[in-house]
C-alpha cells in the first residue's frame, strides 16, 4: 500500500537569498540553496523525510529532470516518471532580506506532447492498484491543458482511490469538476476561485462551508501566518500558526498535502494528518530550501499543533 504523487510540471527551486533587492545593479546572494519545487514532488520529498516511502511520478525532462528523480530517491521515494522534451524548469525565489520579501519568478521549459499525456494516464492508472491516495496538482507544462487533472483525479476516483489537490486556477476548477477529496488551496488560489478577496478567517470559512455543501470536498485552507482551517461535512477545525523565525515559507504549503497523506496510508483520521502536516509545515519554514524539513523539527512541533474548533 503506497501514497502515489503525480506532479506534471516538475521542478526544481533555486533559493537565493539577497541582502537587498536593487534594481539595476548585480546583486551577490548571501546564501544559494536547491530544493524540490512542485506541489507533489514536494509532498513525497517530505514524507521521504518523514520515512514514509511514496511512489512518484509525472513529466520529467533533461538534467533537471534527473536531479528532481535523484533528489526524492535519495529520500527513499520511487521514480516512474514520464520523460518528454525540453528541460524540467528551474524556478527562482528569491528572498530580500531587507524587507523580510520573498518572491517566485516560474519559469516554462518542458514540452509534453499528446503522447505523453496518455503515458501519463496510463502510468497513474497502472499506479492506482494499491494506492492509498493520490497527491496531485500544482502548474502545467507547455502543451497540457487543465482537463488533465480531471483525468487524473477520474483515474483514482475509478479505483476508489482518496485524492488530494492542490491547484491555482485555472487548474483548481478544472480538477474540482472531477470530485477530489481534499483541496488545499492558499489565500490567494482561494479568492482566485471565489473572484473575489478572502480577507478574513471568517470569510475563508464560509466559502469552505459552501464549497463542502456544493461539491462534497474537503477544503484544507491555509493563510500563511494566520494558520489553517479545515473543512470537514460534520466539522470544522481552524488550526492556530505556530510562532516560529520564518527562514523560508515556500513549500510549507505542501508539507500539509505530505501529512494528510500520511493519514490515508496509515488509515488514521484526517485530524492526526493535520496535525502531522501543520507540524511539517512549520519545520519547512525553518529551512532555506523550499519543502525541506527535519524530521526531528517535525516531532518537536508536532505535540504544539492545536485544532480547534471552528466557529
Ligand atoms: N509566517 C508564518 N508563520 C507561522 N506559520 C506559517 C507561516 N507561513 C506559513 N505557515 C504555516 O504553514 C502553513 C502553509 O503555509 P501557506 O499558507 O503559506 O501555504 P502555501 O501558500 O500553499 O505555500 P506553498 O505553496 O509555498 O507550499 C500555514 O497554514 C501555516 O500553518
Ligand atoms: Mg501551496
Redesign the pocket.
Same mark, same amino acid.
Given at each position: 500500500m503506497t501514497i502515489v504523487t503525480v506532479t506534471p510540471n516538475s521542478t526544481i527551486d533555486l533559493t537565493v537569498f539577497v541582502p537587498a533587492w536593487v534594481p539595476d545593479t548585480t546583486m551577490r546572494a548571501t546564501r544559494t540553496v536547491t530544493s524540490m519545487g512542485g506541489?507533489p514532488a #514536494?509532498a513525497s520529498y517530505i514524507l521521504g523525510e518523514l520515512g514514509i516511502p511514496s511512489h512518484a511520478t509525472g513529466f520529467a525532462a533533461g538534467a533537471t529532470g534527473q536531479k528532481v528523480v535523484n533528489l526524492l530517491e535519495g529520500r527513499g521515494a520511487v521514480c516512474d516518471f514520464v520523460w518528454v522534451e525540453g528541460e524540467t524548469r528551474i524556478n527562482v525565489v528569491v528572498i530580500d532580506e531587507a524587507a523580510g520579501t520573498h518572491s517566485t519568478v516560474t519559469t516554462t521549459m518542458m514540452t509534453v506532447a499528446a503522447e505523453h499525456r496518455a503515458a501519463l494516464l496510463d502510468r497513474v492508472r497502472g499506479l492506482m492498484d494499491g494506492a492509498t491516495v493520490l497527491v496531485t496538482g500544482g502548474t502545467l507544462p507547455h502543451g497540457v491543458t487543465p482537463s488533465i487533472y480531471a483525468e487524473i483525479i477520474e483515474v483514482a476516483r475509478a479505483a476508489n482511490v482518496p485524492v488530494i489537490f #492542490?491547484a491555482a486556477e485555472p487548474n483548481l476548477s478544472a480538477g474540482l469538476a472531477a470530485g477530489p477529496t481534499i483541496i488545499?488551496?492558499?489565500? #490567494?488560489?482561494l479568492s482566485a476561485l471565489l473572484g473575489r478577496p478572502v480577507r478574513s478567517i471568517e470569510e475563508a470559512y464560509r466559502a469552505g462551508r459552501d464549497l463542502q455543501e456544493r461539491s462534497g470536498v474537503i477544503p484544507v485552507i491555509?493563510? =500563511?501566518?494566520? @494558520? =489553517?482551517l479545515a473543512v470537514l461535512a460534520d466539522r470544522a477545525w481552524r488550526?492556530p500558526?505556530?510562532?516560529?523565525e520564518?527562514v523560508s515559507?515556500? @513549500?510549507?504549503? #505542501?508539507?500539509?498535502l505530505a501529512g494528510m497523506a500520511a493519514s490515508f496510508e496509515r488509515g488514521q483520521p484526517l485530524e492526526d494528518g493535520l496535525r502531522l502536516g501543520?507540524a511539517a509545515?512549520?519545520a519547512?519554514?525553518l529551512q532555506p530550501g523550499?519543502?525541506d524539513c527535519r524530521r526531528a523539527d517535525v516531532e518537536s512541533f508536532l505535540p504544539q499543533v492545536q485544532l480547534l474548533p471552528y466557529p
Open positions: 506541489k #514536494d #492542490d488545499k488551496p492558499n489565500r #490567494d488560489e491555509t493563510l =500563511g501566518g494566520e @494558520g =489553517g488550526i500558526p505556530i510562532p516560529v520564518v515559507p515556500a @513549500g510549507a504549503g #505542501d508539507a500539509v501543520f509545515a512549520t519547512v519554514l523550499t519543502a
